[in-house]
């Protein structure tokens, strides 16, 4: 079965800080997806990046940055110059690629870590 | 909006009654997910429909548990003689390309069971 660790349940910065949210996960297939979403306050969840297992470059995009490290299982996320805007509930997530089936569609969360910027 | 919307945003029942939660997915996407969130805790799979069937209930913790999407469009989960551990917040994503991982979700509905 698959498991998604992220051991800071939360962590608060100030404004303008760099902060890094940690994910491990647990897998024995070879082919999955790797997830960042962001839950705000007022609930829904979005989507922020998947990554592809046989794609461990990391990416870029704003103020936003993945590392990626298949030797460690590990799937970090780093927001750059933390805004009050960045406050919410971040969800590392697993999804497998490789069987058949509705099984294959599922996605397996981590508990979150609950990121506070203060002003 | 055309996003996922999710009725009642809140219920607080009595132990043992009947409850129904509603999910009204993006139009046109064939994917639809319910997910349970209890207090601190990650969302947690229940069920996946693609289209009208349910391709995998294997999330349900009971046959108290049950959902339909008759149409492929709307969604109801209903639960029988709820209990006090069934309290959580019910959360409803749909996707047009389920097979990416890419899910967009509604704000959930809050359960309280006394």
């Known amino acids: 079965a698959q498991k998604v660790t992220q051991a800071q349940t939360e962590i608060s910065v100030v404004e303008k800080e760099d902060v890094t949210l940690d994910c491990v996960y647990e897998?024995?297939?070879?082919?999955?997806?790797l997830f960042w979403y962001k839950q705000p306050p007022s609930g829904e969840l979005v989507f922020l990046i998947r990554?592809?297992?046989?794609?461990?470059q990391n990416e870029i995009s704003g103020r936003y940055s993945w590392n990626f490290q298949k030797s460690t299982s590990s799937f970090n996320f780093t927001i750059t110059a933390s805004q009050v805007v960045d406050s919410a509930v971040y969800f590392c997530a697993l999804k497998l690629t490789g069987r058949r089936g509705g099984s294959n569609y599922k996605l397996t969360f981590g508990k979150g870590t609950l990121l506070t910027v203060n002003p | 909006g055309a996003g996922v919307s999710q009725t009642p945003s809140n219920k607080v029942t009595e132990k043992g009654k009947y409850v129904e939660l509603r999910c009204d997915p993006i139009s046109g996407h064939t994917a639809l997910y319910w997910y349970r969130q209890s207090l601190g805790q990650g969302p947690e799979f229940l069920i996946y429909?693609?289209?009208?069937?349910?391709?995998?209930d294997s999330g349900l913790p009971n046959d108290r548990f049950f959902a339909v999407r008759p149409e492929g469009s709307v969604s109801t989960l209903k639960i029988q003689r709820t209990e006090r551990g069934d309290s959580a917040v019910y959360l409803c994503?749909?996707?047009?390309?389920?097979?990416?991982?890419?899910?967009?979700f509604g704000e959930g509905s809050r359960l309280t069971v006394l």
């Open positions: 897998t024995r297939d070879t082919t999955y997806y």
């Open positions: 429909f693609q289209g009208t069937g349910a391709a995998d």
């Open positions: 994503a749909s996707s047009q390309r389920p097979h990416t991982g890419e899910l967009f």
């Open positions: 990554r592809n297992s046989f794609d461990e």
